[in-house]
């Protein structure tokens, strides 16, 4: 038994993105597929918000995947793009991010990840 215990958590996963990430783990969705995979192989950590894009992302990129972490995510899976692409609002507080900032963003976000920038 403590072998098999010792070998759960032995990675990490994290689900980043907007609400396809957020609702994942709904009626047998990709999250939930990923869980079953992995049972016990590694956790799988849901940092999904409704709404928010790619801007938002790069504000919270340092609190969800600090650099100093004692455990770092073996795995990250990272969408965000559904509701950047919406037509941008006349008062520019919708979710739509410009095409170019989306790609620096995401530029942005990987680099982060490969340990290569901090925010």
């Known amino acids: 038994m403590a072998e098999a215990e010792q070998s759960c958590s032995s990675c990490q996963f994290v689900l980043f993105g907007s609400s396809i990430v957020q609702l994942c783990f709904s009626n047998g969705g990709w999250g939930s597929i990923l869980s079953d995979v992995y049972a016990c ?55 739509h991010v410009p095409l170019s900032d989306y790609v620096e963003n995401m530029r942005k976000i990987a680099l982060h990840l490969k340990g290569e920038i901090e925010l």
């Open 41 to 95: 192989k590694a956790d799988i950590l849901l940092q999904g918000y409704y709404g928010w894009n790619s801007r938002h992302a790069v504000q919270v990129l340092d609190r969800v995947f600090p650099k100093d972490a004692a455990m770092q995510p073996s795995l990250v899976i990272v969408y965000f793009g559904g509701n950047v692409s919406m037509g941008a609002h006349s008062s520019r507080l919708g979710p």
